[in-house]
């Protein structure tokens, strides 16, 4: 089966609001519902915003399997890094890219201080 692109996954939303449905969103990380979330990603997407990469991170671990690979695709646009994430590998592989990007995460801060 084909892995959908993060142009696809942005292009849907734009057809149901097209069609005339319309739901409210509010962009937010740490929302409990996924569209939420995905209007975040979207808009630290679009600004490439550096203040998104630590939530971005977050959501890496997300149990929405759309909401990873947005945002790990996200995370590539805004630093040029993927370190090995695949948001469609088992948990534990997923795990062990998180924990790399932790970690980058902790070491550019400590560079930037």
Do not use: H
């Not at 979330?37 to 998104?52: H, S, V, Y």
């Not at 970690?103 to 930037?112: L, T």
């Amino acid at each position: 089966m084909p892995r959908p692109t993060p142009k696809t996954i942005f292009i849907l939303p734009l057809l149901f609001y097209a069609a005339g449905c319309k739901v409210k969103v509010d962009a937010d990380f740490t929302s409990a519902y996924p569209q939420d979330r995905l209007a975040a990603i979207a808009e630290a997407r679009k600004t490439n915003d550096p203040a998104a990469v630590k939530p971005l991170i977050s959501l890496l671990n997300s149990d929405d399997p759309l909401v990873r690979l947005v945002a790990s695709d996200t995370l590539f646009r805004i630093t040029g890094e993927d370190l090995g994430y695949d948001y469609a590998q088992p948990r534990a592989k997923r795990q062990e890219a998180i924990d790399r990007w932790v970690d980058w995460y902790e070491r550019s801060e400590e560079a930037g201080k």
